[in-house]
């Protein structure tokens, strides 16, 4: 059974819902907070002075939250690398009764486990810090808004904030930078993190235990709309573990007494260096036998890559106008936030419906972890 990242996909979605929900409570705690009083000539005073006791919620949100991800996100690659280990022994059950029989041999995976999950868990705890002053400049940015509205009236000052809380609903908690200079929101910042985690958890347990059995040849599968930084390994043979470079090399067949020339085209850390197995990447990696391995065969397009980046495009206005009509003020502003989520839905329904491609409806859900 071959492993991708895309297995433990489910995985990384229940670490990134957390956050993505821990997002929508402080929106929802900050619109609360400011449409208290809001008729009050002496509003933007008592805002102020209520500070405190915001900071105080938001704080609450965020230890809650620290808690609950550095658990699910052990868990989280705990499994995935139960899963990459099975997907092994699945492939070489396949194939030869020694092979089998090694790759069930345990292997010590403690260590692993821990290490993986310790890095997962440092680079999404560097989000915990930003939460709360990325909040509270929200809030303080929605009292100056409104505030300097041109006119004393309720009315007036209403519509300043919820312009002002619009745009921090719009985009999220955002600042956060990777390790390629790229800026993300925090809820993408944290899928995207913890995708990379659970996959590279994954696949270092599949090609772990294929090496206690022997098997140092994997091959990269075909997908469909594949992107341009894995299209060079698609189909292609690569080391388990060793130098980079393509070559052609003699190895000794899979079950036979003899040896077969394949062509390598380098190894597996150089391809995913290169980009392959990245997040959201649909690429499995499998066992490679010399000899008894087929010629894959290709695959059927639904659609191009750029339209899988549209729709994921589609999915994130979704959730952005879904934490609008949470941060809304009047029910007005909540049906216009409503009627733009279904517009986008609708656009996800055309577009999936011209392409083929699988519409993905949980990706535009604020799921229900509070």
């Known amino acids: 059974m071959a492993i991708s990242p895309d297995m433990a996909e489910d995985l990384a979605r229940a670490v990134s819902s957390l956050y993505e929900e821990a997002e929508l409570v402080l929106v929802e705690r900050i619109r609360a907070a400011l449409a208290q009083g809001l008729e009050s000539p002496r509003w933007a005073e008592l805002k102020a002075r209520a500070l405190g006791d915001l900071s105080a919620a938001v704080q609450a949100v965020i230890d809650a939250l620290a808690a609950d991800a550095t658990d699910a996100t052990a868990q989280a690659v705990a499994e995935a690398y139960t899963r990459g280990q099975q997907a092994a022994v ?31 868990v440092e680079e999404t705890s560097s989000v915990h810090q930003r939460i709360l002053r990325a909040s509270m400049d929200a809030y303080r940015d929605v009292i100056a808004r409104a505030s300097a509205a041109p ?36 809820v993408s910042y944290t899928e995207m993190a913890t995708r ?42 690569l080391l388990r573990e060793g130098p980079g470079g393509g070559r052609t090399v003699q190895v000794r067949h899979a079950t036979e007494n003899r040896t077969v020339t394949v ?101 535009e859900q604020i799921t229900g972890s509070r």
């Open 90 to 120: 699945a492939e070489l059950g396949a194939v030869g009764v020694g092979q089998a029989a090694a790759a069930a041999e345990a292997i010590p995976a403690g260590a692993a486990v821990d290490r993986l999950a310790a890095a997962a």
């Open 151 to 186: 006119l004393t009236g309720a009315n007036t000052r209403r519509q300043a904030a919820q312009r002002a809380l619009d745009k921090f609903a719009a985009r999220g908690i955002t600042g956060f930078i990777d390790a390629r200079g790229r800026a993300w929101d925090m």
């Open 196 to 237: 990379s985690a659970v996959g590279r958890a994954a696949v270092q347990a599949h090609t772990d235990r294929l090496g206690a059995a022997g098997v140092e040849l994997v091959r990269v599968s075909r997908a469909p709309e594949e992107c341009p930084l894995c299209r060079p390994w698609e189909g292609k043979v």
């Open 263 to 363: 062509r390598v085209s380098g190894s597996l850390r150089e391809a995913r260096e290169a980009g392959l197995l990245h997040p959201n990447c649909r690429h499995q990696v499998s066992a490679y036998f010399p000899g008894l391995s087929r010629a894959l065969e290709p695959v059927e397009q639904r659609g191009t890559y750029e339209d899988t980046q549209q729709q994921r495009y589609l999915e994130r206005q979704v959730r952005a106008w879904k934490r609008r009509a949470a941060a809304a003020m009047t029910e007005d502003a909540r049906r216009r936030a409503n009627a733009r989520v279904r517009a986008y839905q609708a656009r996800i329904r055309e577009l999936t419906a011209d392409t083929g491609l699988p519409r993905k409806s949980h990706r």
